[in-house]
């Protein structure tokens, strides 16, 4: 515990965590803002047409906004290890605490509470923008059956990313590398493989597929890729976070500190 509260105390230090709860909010209502504001009119490019504002399709669609704030989640844990390499800190923190493993663990902690925290303000701000947006067009909002599902998945799966930075960034340890890593891989690498007919089967079982899984309880009209169900692809994602998390700490209790 005494960890734990000298990395929130860390966190908490510089703007860092308000500048990224920024980004986590912002990201979070961009599809929603963007859903809304084309709700009803057609896709084009062959595309079914998204739903009418007042269709109870739309909010299923809206209330999975948490999930686009992943990266910034990811990016929170990427900095909460490597930021101790970085500004040379790292040599103090484990000579006070020599057993690594307790200051990986909770990092791991820390950082996956922090996105429980993070995704969970992402939430209420989905839920206050979509239903004023969908009520104040003549809608009904609601959080009744799959939308709540849909919603917590969604937080959930923004969530576990803390984890998932934290592992990543034990390993890489050089924060600009990290990041770039992460941004590559998310924005380009799953796209690129969630775009080839040859791969799309590999790419729901990858942590964006898993993450998709969380909050879909149904294949969208004219969908190519098939998702594992909510459950599978929860149990999933942490399994990922999990397994960055044992790599973190066979290979960081096994480093030298420079």
Do not use: C
């Amino acid at each position: 515990m005494r960890l734990i509260k000298a990395e929130l105390r860390k966190f908490f230090s510089t703007k860092t965590w308000l500048l990224l709860l920024i980004g986590t909010v912002l990201f979070s209502l961009v599809p929603v803002v963007i859903t809304l504001s084309f709700a009803g009119r057609d896709a084009g490019n062959g595309q079914a047409p998204l739903p009418k504002i007042t269709a109870p399709q739309i909010q299923e669609l809206v209330l999975s906004g948490p999930s686009s704030a992943t990266i910034f989640i990811a990016i929170l844990g990427v900095i909460g290890i490597t930021q101790e390499y970085r500004h040379r800190t790292a040599t103090p923190t484990f000579l006070t605490t020599p057993a690594r493993w307790k200051v990986i663990v909770a990092k791991l902690i820390t950082y996956l509470g922090l996105g429980v925290v993070y995704a969970a303000i992402a939430a209420v701000f989905v839920i206050a923008l979509s239903a004023l947006w969908i009520n104040g067009a003549g809608g009904s909002f609601t959080l009744a059956g799959n939308n709540w599902k849909i919603l917590v998945g969604a937080a959930i799966a923004a969530a576990l990313y803390g984890i998932v930075g934290v592992g990543f960034g034990a390993l890489v340890r050089n924060q600009i590398g990290a990041v770039v890593g992460l941004l590559a891989y998310m924005f380009v690498i799953e796209n690129i493989l969630a775009g080839i007919p040859a791969t799309r089967d590999i790419y729901r079982l990858l942590p964006g597929g898993a993450s998709s899984a969380l909050y879909t309880y149904a294949d969208r009209p004219g969908a190519v890729i098939h998702l594992l169900t909510p459950v599978q692809g929860g149990i999933l994602l942490a399994a990922y976070g999990i397994v960055f998390a044992i790599i973190a700490l066979f290979v960081s209790t096994r480093r030298e500190v420079s």
